[in-house]
């Protein structure tokens, strides 16, 4: 299984991104994904998740109502939309696959990783 995550860059704050996260050699639906993101400083940290099975979603509380993650299966690829961006939402974003529907918060039980992209708001 490789992931490749993209769609980083800078933006203003109350600005938007899209991420992308495409997902190869996914052979279940039985299986979660979820962006994580680390900023300087400062331990990796669950931003939001979804099952392959069914695209139920899990939020951050501090993402929720913000952010929104999506999934195309035909595609495979994970989406997060970034929505009013605050200069704290500054960090390198992760995508991550497990296998099994569960949306793990800790990222201990994710097993493959995408090389994360560079999200960077300024005011």
């Known amino acids: 299984v490789q992931l490749q995550a993209s769609g980083g860059g800078l933006v203003q704050a109350g600005g938007s991104l899209r991420l992308s996260c495409v997902v190869s050699?996914?052979?279940?639906?039985?299986?979660?994904t979820a962006w994580f993101r680390q900023a300087p400083g400062k331990e990796r940290e669950f931003v939001a998740g979804i099952r392959w099975s069914g695209g139920n979603t899990y939020y951050a509380d501090t993402v929720k109502g913000r952010f929104t993650i999506s999934k195309v299966s035909a595609k495979n690829t994970v989406y997060l939309q970034m929505n009013s961006l605050k200069l704290e939402d500054t960090a390198t974003y992760y995508c991550a696959l497990r296998w099994g529907s569960t949306v793990h918060r800790d990222d201990r039980w994710y097993n493959y990783w995408g090389q994360g992209t560079e999200v960077t708001v300024s005011s």
């Open positions: 050699g996914r052979t279940s639906n039985d299986a979660a």
